[in-house]
């Protein structure tokens, strides 16, 4: 009997792709810089800001100061511009997710969020409107470890009081998220209401139909059995 349901934050209950979008290259072209030149900087800096060993903005400088582009103003103009994206995403969950979320509380149903985010992110979750709605929540920036690493379900379980197989996990599939949930036992749903909006090269992960497939929030509900 399905007693939690564990859920992924980005493209499964927020969308980055709706209002205004913040990506590398959006990034690349405020600075100047090439765009395969800032993302290969970026990327280096990825996993320290993940697991809450750099925040963003000293990540960015990191970055930055590997192209020797790091000035206060270059960094000032990345994070206000992330924050505006971050504030639009937060701004625009639907109603069928806080209809979800509302349902399954009524039904006694236990709600997790496990998320891959950097400081920035992290912020924006604890002070969302999602946020009262979790019995748990491990942030990989808190957490010092981050998905698809078992440690960080885990985790989840033990604050829940759970075993693998009472919890269904949600996920739109990045990060392995999907391979990682199912591998320790629980149940795996791909959420797929988000991915009309998504365009390349940030289209998260593939249609897998090993998996059981989500195409609007209600359908979650189907699977609690």
């Not at 990506?23 to 030149?37: H, K, W, Y």
Request: charge should be negative.
């Amino acid at each position: 009997m399905i007693k939690a349901v564990v859920f992924d934050m980005f493209e499964t209950l927020v969308t980055l792709f709706k209002g205004r979008t913040y990506f590398s290259e959006n990034i690349a072209e405020d600075l100047g810089i090439p765009v395969d030149t800032f993302r290969d900087a970026w990327h280096k800096t990825e996993l320290d800001r993940t697991i809450g060993m750099y925040t963003l903005e000293d990540g960015l400088r990191k970055s930055l100061e590997m192209l020797d582009a790091c000035t206060d103003e270059a960094v000032e103009l990345v994070v206000r511009k992330r924050r505006e994206g971050l504030t639009d995403t937060f701004n625009n969950i639907p109603d069928e997710i806080i209809n979800l979320l509302t349902e399954l509380k009524k039904r006694g149903i236990l709600i997790g969020v496990i998320s891959n985010c950097f400081s920035d992110e992290c912020e924006m979750i604890h002070n969302s409107k999602l946020f009262p709605f979790f019995d748990s929540a491990k942030l990989s920036y808190e957490q010092g470890t981050f998905k698809p690493n078992p440690v960080i379900f885990y985790r989840m379980l033990d604050e829940l009081g759970l075993e693998p197989n009472e919890c269904l996990y949600v996920g739109d599939g990045g990060s392995r998220e999907l391979l990682a949930a199912t591998a320790i036992g629980m149940k795996a749903v791909q959420a797929e209401w988000f991915r009309p909006l998504a365009f390349e090269p940030h289209i998260p992960c593939p249609v897998m139909m090993e998996y059981d497939q989500a195409e609007k929030p209600a359908d979650v509900l189907l699977y609690l059995n």
